[in-house]
Every structure is written in structure tokens, then in C-alpha cells.
């Protein structure tokens, strides 16, 4: 049987010592993952991670996600190779087309071919592979090869995404496929019947592609406050995926009308429009024990990973504390041991 993990998934906007402080807590409470965002204008993921290496022992740890329009697929080598020798054997590598790349004019053309391709770079090189490499996008000339130690060659890899062409990609190349920004259970079925599909036609079982949803979280023991800051912090989100998920039904209009409020920078007021049924599809929010019932539709629909994302709470520490303290004891887990990587490499 698979292991469910529970993951936090944190924001690179804090100072240094903060990481530390909020991942030795998480490790003591329980949880299995640990993510860092890489959004944009937010700090690199990877000094956070390697922050939060140095503080925990057995945690996973990873980037989620580095895109490869913004960061060449050496230098993502480079960072992922880092943490797993920091970490000793504990990074993933987390990798997406990103979203709103436009605004720092970066084109994202050929979104499959580049991740698709970045990943076949990324692992030629932390293999040691030197045979070289021709694609459409990148390339690597014959007798390339890294120039430091390599912890493991095949560290997990995860993608992001939401359409079916990217879950499609997650099917046949990687280890997991991230759902990022839903925390709806009827969403999880027809995922994985995308990840079978693609797995099987590339000849891997499906099992080989462990399924992750993650999503805004704001945990309280006052659940109406916990819910009003989630509808701020879950409105660019919402703007951004809900026409993706075919399982969703959005009133006619609201999008056009979150999105504007969202663009005029009117976060709250974005939020404040949002259904409350539509609302719990894309966010975790409320007192501990909604926040648990709504992690755990998903586990009961076949998630193997929950993510909680940030910002955790009215503030970061009684957050996390509450997450762990108050949320993971009221998940079932399913017992059985965890996939730690090794699957085929483009």
C-alpha cells in the first residue's frame, strides 16, 4: 500500500532563521514534505531549502516549482544537486511552466517541449550522462558534464500543472504530478484518469505517479477570521485556475469580475465575491477541524499528498503550530511506505 503524505508548502518572503524555526517545528509535528514556492518576485527557493536542510532530519524537500524560462536547466541541475547533498538524499525537484511570466517579459512558447526537455537535461547531467543532447529547446554538447558531487542521479521529479497536456507529461515522464491551487476531491478522478492514460501508453504503471493537491491554507481556532483572509489570499488563484477545473461550474461573469478587482491590485474585495461553495474547491480554510475534513476528502479520493500552502494562519507560527498540532492528528493515513524516486528519465 502507498503512503499519504502531508506537506506545507512556504512562501520565500521571510528572513533568515525564519525557515529554520518553521521547519524544525514541522519535522517535530509530523509532517513528511516540505515545499518552497517559486513564484515570481519572491525570494530563489533554494536558500530557504538549504536553510531548512540544515534544521531537519528526515523530511523531503523541494522547490515547487522551478520554471525553466527563467532558470536554465544547469543551473536547475545545479540547485536541485545542491539540496539533496545539503539534505543527504532528501530533495525533489519540482518543475512548471509558471504563470505570469509575461510580466517580467518572458515568453513561455512550447510549454511541453521545454519541460519535457529541461527534465531530460537535468538528469543527463546529474547522471553524468556526456553523450550529449539535441532538442528543440535545449541542447547540450557531447562531453558536457557537471563539475561538483551529485548526491543521487535521480532525485524525484515532480511536475506542475493543470491542463491535460501537462498532466499528460507528468504521466509519462515523472514521479509526481502536482495540482497546484485546488482543494476540490471530485478534480482528483479525472486526474488520474489523465496520469493512467499517458502512463500507460509510455509503458509505466500508473502507480509510478504519485498525485498532489495543494492549495491556499488559513487555519484558526476563529474560523470566520481564518476564512476571510483565505478569500484574499485565494482570489489571484482563483483568477488565474478555476476555468481549468472541468469538475466547476463558476456563476457567469465572476471570473471577468475577480479578475478585474484582482488586476486593480483589490484583493479583498476580490475575495469578498467569491461563493463559499466555489471558495472550499480552491482554498483550505476555517477552524482546524474544516480544515482536516477537507484534507481528508481528498485523501478519500485517492490524493497521495496534501499540500498546505501558505499563508497557514492568521500569522505564520500559529499557523503551522496549528496545522500541525490540531489538523494532522485528525487525518487517516493509509499505512505502506512512500516512493522515494528512481523512475524513468527522458
Known amino acids: 500500500m502507498t503512503t499519504v503524505e502531508v506537506g506545507l508548502g512556504l512562501q520565500a518572503d521571510k528572513r533568515p532563521g525564519d525557515y529554520a524555526r518553521l521547519a524544525r517545528r514541522a519535522e517535530a509535528d509530523g509532517f513528511d514534505v516540505l515545499s518552497v514556492f517559486g513564484d515570481l518576485m519572491f525570494q530563489p527557493p533554494i536558500a530557504a531549502l538549504l536553510e531548512m536542510a540544515a534544521a531537519t532530519d528526515r523530511v523531503r524537500l523541494g522547490p515547487a516549482c522551478l520554471n525553466p524560462y527563467s532558470l536554465a536547466p544547469y543551473e536547475i541541475a545545479g540547485q536541485v544537486a545542491a539540496l539533496d547533498l545539503a539534505s543527504r538524499g532528501r530533495a525533489y525537484l519540482g518543475l512548471a511552466r509558471g504563470t505570469w511570466l509575461g510580466e517580467v517579459g518572458i515568453g513561455a512558447t512550447r510549454p511541453l517541449a521545454t519541460l519535457a526537455e529541461a527534465a531530460a537535461v537535468v538528469y543527463r547531467l546529474l547522471g553524468g550522462r556526456t553523450d550529449g543532447f539535441q532538442g528543440e529547446v535545449f541542447r547540450l554538447a557531447p562531453g558536457t558534464r557537471l563539475g561538483y ?101 463558476v456563476p457567469p461573469g465572476l471570473l471577468v469580475r475577480v479578475r478585474a478587482l484582482v488586476d486593480a491590485g483589490e484583493h479583498a474585495a476580490a475575495g469578498r465575491i467569491l461563493p463559499d461553495d466555489l471558495l472550499d474547491r480552491f482554498v483550505f480554510a476555517g477552524t482546524p477541524e474544516q480544515v482536516a475534513r477537507q484534507a481528508q476528502a481528498l485523501i478519500d479520493a485517492g490524493v497521495h499528498r496534501v499540500e498546505f500552502g501558505t499563508p497557514h494562519g492568521l ?15 485528525l487525518l487517516r493515513r493509509t499505512p505502506g511506505s512512500a516512493r522515494s524516486g528512481g523512475g524513468p528519465r527522458p
Not at 205 to 216: E, K, L, N, T
Request: aromatic fraction near 2%; charge should be neutral; proline fraction near 9%.
Open 315 to 329: 500569522t505564520d507560527d500559529r499557523g503551522v503550530g496549528l496545522l500541525g498540532s490540531a489538523v494532522l492528528p
Open 149 to 249: 558531487p551529485v548526491q543521487r542521479p535521480d532525485p524525484p521529479l515532480l511536475i506542475g500543472a493543470w491542463g491535460p497536456r501537462g498532466v499528460a507529461l507528468a504521466g509519462r515522464i515523472a514521479d509526481e504530478l502536482k495540482v497546484g491551487g485546488s482543494a476540490n476531491p471530485e478534480l482528483v478522478p479525472v486526474v488520474r484518469d489523465r496520469v493512467r492514460a499517458a502512463a500507460e501508453r509510455a509503458g509505466r504503471s500508473p502507480d509510478q505517479v504519485r498525485i498532489v493537491f495543494g492549495a491556499v491554507t488559513v487555519v484558526d481556532r476563529d474560523g470566520a477570521a481564518a476564512r476571510a483572509r483565505a478569500r484574499a489570499e485565494a482570489a489571484m488563484y482563483v483568477a488565474a485556475v478555476a476555468d481549468l477545473d472541468p469538475t466547476v461550474a
